[in-house]
């Protein structure tokens, strides 16, 4: 049986597909909620880095060694980082999608889609109380490893969503794209989330990061 976090994320992640079949929502809408959520797993990211309790083995910012106890120059660098790239991703997402269109926000559905936000950030939310706090996931992780982990995650959802769009986008912007981009993006996710606790997990039963995060 999937764990409880794994199943809110597939409950929430049907509040688009309702929205596409019963409300006719846009692809500039699906796709700009998607660009929202990725901010909001860089949200948490941030308190998941600061949370971490493996020792950093210290990595560098131009040339420069940075302290394995600066946690906050970690979270510094990760905000500037994955913000100039969460920003690159928002680019693409209104010159492809939403400028293209004659009536940009008249096709978008704002209501419905600070809706699907909120319930997307409840369901990250749930993930890292249950996960990374309940599961103390945050004791086999060091900030330097917690920096990196979204990224893998976020480029496939990243390159997926912007081909399925594209594909999309190519066809007109059918019921049937729409469906199958939302399904998608559903079953990937699903899977970089089971994988990225199964990871965590593996990372627990390993002797040496039971002793590091006590």
Wanted: net charge positive; no cysteine.
């Amino acid at each position: 049986m999937l764990p409880i976090a794994a199943l809110f994320l597939i409950a929430v992640n049907t509040i688009p597909l309702f929205g596409v079949l019963f409300f006719g929502w846009s692809l500039f809408s699906i796709m700009f909620l998607y660009w929202i959520e990725n901010g909001i797993i860089g949200f948490f990211n941030i308190f998941k880095i600061a949370l971490a309790r493996v020792p950093s083995s210290g990595f560098t910012i131009n040339g420069r060694p940075v302290s394995p106890s600066n946690k906050e120059l970690r979270i510094t660098f990760f905000i500037l980082h994955y913000g100039l790239f969460w920003t690159v991703h928002g680019v693409f997402v209104f010159v492809f999608f939403g400028l293209p269109s004659s009536d940009l926000f008249g096709s978008f559905e704002p209501r419905g889609v600070a809706i699907a936000a909120a319930a997307l950030f409840l369901s990250h939310g749930v993930s890292f109380f249950v996960n990374f706090l309940g599961k103390e996931e945050y004791r086999t992780v060091s900030p330097d490893q917690q920096m990196t982990e979204p990224y893998s995650r976020v480029v496939v959802l990243h390159v997926t969503i912007l081909v399925g769009g594209f594909f999309a986008d190519s066809l007109g912007a059918p019921l049937a794209a729409l469906v199958l981009l939302i399904l998608l993006k559903t079953a990937i996710d699903l899977l970089a989330h089971l994988r990225e606790h199964r990871k965590a997990e593996r990372r627990s039963s390993h002797p040496a990061n039971l002793l590091r995060g006590g």
